[in-house]
Structure formats: C-alpha cells, structure tokens
C-alpha cells in the first residue's frame, strides 16, 4: 500500500491489544464493566480469540508518521 498523503511505500505490521481494540467517537464511553466492553458506535478493529490477542494488520509510514488500518466487516457484525 502506498501512503495517501506522501505516496511512498508504507511497511505491514500488526497492532496487538490483550482485549478489544477499537476506535469510538470522542467523548462517548464504554457500556458495561468488562474489558470487552464497547461504546455504542464504536468501530472494532480486533477482537481477542481464545489465547490469541487482539491483533489487525496495519500500514505505517515512517515519513508521515501515519498508520492505516483497514475496518473489518466481520469483526463489525
Ligand atoms: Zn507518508
């Protein structure tokens, strides 16, 4: 993937959490008492499975200092 902004090839890695990784709007909180707690319109990115973390493939640019990260309908449903 190439970055969007300066166009220079951006590197693959992975973003690991232990629980649930997600993304919520601003100022809106978590429903619930457990790790996997999530706000309403939160976005999940990973989800934590058996004894694997939470981990989604992510694409940094090292000049920008940019990730992208793809949303995964199936984490979303
Ligand atoms: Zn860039």
Redesign the pocket.
């Known amino acids: 993937m190439n970055?969007p902004?300066?166009n220079?090839k951006m590197k693959l890695g992975q973003i690991e959490a232990d629980n649930l990784l997600s993304w919520k709007p601003d100022g809106e909180r978590s429903t619930g008492g457990t790790r996997w707690a999530k706000s309403p319109n939160s976005i999940v990115l990973a989800k934590y499975f058996l004894l694997a973390p939470a981990s989604v493939d992510a694409y940094y640019?090292k000049?920008?200092k940019?990730i992208i990260i793809d949303i995964s309908e199936e984490t979303n449903r």
């Open positions: 970055c902004y300066c220079a640019c000049e920008c940019k």
